[in-house]
């Protein structure tokens, strides 16, 4: 079945410094991806997702992230983080189980000091 | 336009007591999915509603939960003999059509005592 992996629980980092999330995917074909953020008390929003074409996606809030078949992966980047974007960042992935139901992995919780 | 919204926010109940979890789509929205969201955890999809075709039930954790929709409008999940175990986010999404971008609902935080 598909899945995500993120390693990272959580990740510290300065105001201004950059961002990578790590994301990996496990899938036969290619897969449908995407990443969500989750603010405290807020919903669920869609930074970006990847369905094909271009491997290096452009998403919301300056977010970009890059498709690797080959590591099976899908990074979240950000050049410079903001205070702002402190948050829980969820990777996921259509499942065959059901449909076009995401299968999320288990998040990453950003942390941005001054 | 009006986004996917949840009825209620939170909600309290008792051990064995059952609850019902409201969720309206974002309208012309064919597909509706409900997920769970327990503390600390990623998402875990519960059920899935495409139009008028029989709804997808395969992630529901047990028979105690049920969820209906009426066309392309309205669903509730319900959970009967509320367990402690139950306590989380419960979250709906809709979609266009199944393949397109979800957009979810602010959640229902359960808490069963």
């Known amino acids: 079945a598909q899945s995500v992996t993120q390693p990272d629980i959580h990740i510290t980092v300065s105001e201004g410094a950059s961002l990578e999330l790590r994301c990996n995917y496990s899938?036969?074909?290619?897969?449908?991806l995407f990443w969500y953020v989750q603010s405290p008390g807020q919903g669920l929003q869609l930074l970006l997702k990847?369905?094909?074409?271009?491997?290096l996606v452009q998403g919301i809030k300056g977010f970009e992230a890059e498709f690797k078949r080959s590591q099976s992966s899908f990074n979240l980047r950000k050049p410079s983080v903001h205070w702002s974007d402190a948050a829980e960042y969820f990777c996921?992935?259509?499942?065959?189980?059901?449909?076009?139901?995401?299968?999320f992995g288990k998040g990453t919780s950003l942390l941005v000091t001054p | 336009g009006a986004g996917v919204s949840q009825s209620p926010s939170n909600k309290v109940t008792e051990k064995g007591k059952d609850v019902e979890l409201r969720c309206d789509p974002i309208?012309?929205?064919?597909?509706l999915y409900w997920y769970r969201q327990r503390l600390g955890q990623g998402l875990e999809f519960l059920i899935y509603?495409?139009?008028?075709?029989?709804?997808?039930k395969s992630g529901l954790p047990s028979d105690r939960f049920s969820a209906e929709r009426t066309g392309e409008s309205v669903s509730t999940l319900t959970i009967q003999r509320t367990q402690q175990e139950d306590s989380a986010v419960y979250l709906c999404?809709?979609?266009?059509?199944?393949?397109?971008?979800?957009?979810f609902g602010p959640g229902t935080r359960l808490l069963v005592l």
């Open positions: 999404a809709s979609s266009l059509q199944g393949y397109e971008t979800q957009y």
């Open positions: 899938y036969g074909a290619t897969p449908y």
């Open positions: 990847y369905f094909s074409g271009d491997t």
């Open positions: 996921a992935v259509v499942g065959s189980n059901s449909g076009y139901a995401l299968n």
């Open positions: 309208s012309g929205h064919t597909a």
């Open positions: 509603f495409q139009g008028n075709s029989a709804p997808d």
